[in-house]
């Protein structure tokens, strides 16, 4: 886990698992893959297989440990609901979630299937704010299986933007994240696609989050949007 996150919309990371596989455009250069490289070579236990799919029992309870209560990303080194983690892992994450209860969970996945399909067995506590990834809007079916779900609060984030997405649907979600890819190989995000999103959630009084316009250098785009830096965050459920 680290305590200070680099992420922008988060204070903290915790992945109980690590490793994926690509299921999408949005997944091409995965920054995830790259670092979880570098650790393995880094010799950090938890990376010895690299990106290969890995549970993780010792790091299940670590948030109970956190007195400070936090925003935590969960699994930002992998996808909670990839097909290789068993539903009882999944479980028992949330488990952890529910019982740390001072803590704000962010869950972000790009495997809405899944995550529509064990929805009646999760228990959703009010903490735990259920997101998935959208980086065109040939996957905005993934935000009408978020809103299946009984998720207390639900978001979408629209990264790496790749392709606009007009015709994509924002009813129902309580926060919208939009950012540009970064790093080797960035793609661009043009100017409109960002402002189609925020013209959306001002008219439907959404919480907005701009990360950042990417690019190979991310901090020389910067993440402002006609000189204004947008940090909405949506409120906590009581």
């Known amino acids: 886990m680290a305590s200070n996150s680099a992420i922008e919309w988060t204070d903290a990371t915790?992945?109980?698992?690590?490793?994926c596989t690509k299921v999408s455009p949005g997944c091409t250069h995965c920054y995830a893959e790259r670092l979880s490289y570098r650790l393995k070579a880094m010799g950090r236990a938890n990376y010895a297989s690299g990106f290969q799919i890995t549970t993780h029992q010792s790091s299940l309870e670590l948030p109970l440990k956190w007195k400070r209560p936090r925003h935590i990303f969960v699994n930002?080194?992998?996808?909670?609901?990839?097909?290789?983690?068993?539903?009882?892992?999944?479980?028992?994450?949330?488990?952890t979630m529910t019982r740390a209860s001072g803590h704000q969970f962010q869950v972000l996945t790009k495997r809405s299937e899944r995550l529509r399909v064990l929805d009646p067995l999760l228990p959703w506590s009010p903490n735990i704010w259920m997101g998935v990834s959208v980086e065109s809007a040939d996957y905005g079916y993934r935000l009408d299986h978020l809103r299946q779900t009984r998720a207390a609060v639900k978001f979408v984030s629209f990264e790496p933007l790749i392709g606009p997405v007009e015709n994509v649907r924002l009813t129902g979600l309580n926060w919208v994240i939009v950012g540009g890819e970064s790093g080797p190989g960035a793609r661009p995000m043009e100017k409109a696609w960002v402002m189609d999103v925020l013209t959306k959630c001002q008219s439907a009084g959404t919480p907005f989050f701009f990360k950042q316009w990417g690019g190979p250098v991310r901090k020389k785009a910067g993440r402002e949007i006609d000189g204004r830096t947008w940090n909405q965050?949506?409120?906590?459920?009581?």
Do not use: C, Q, R, Y
């Open 14 to 19: 915790w992945n109980p698992t690590t490793g």
């Open 76 to 95: 930002s080194m992998s996808d909670l609901f990839h097909e290789g983690i068993p539903d009882e892992f999944i479980l028992a994450v949330f488990d």
């Open 233 to 238: 965050m949506p409120l906590p459920k009581a």
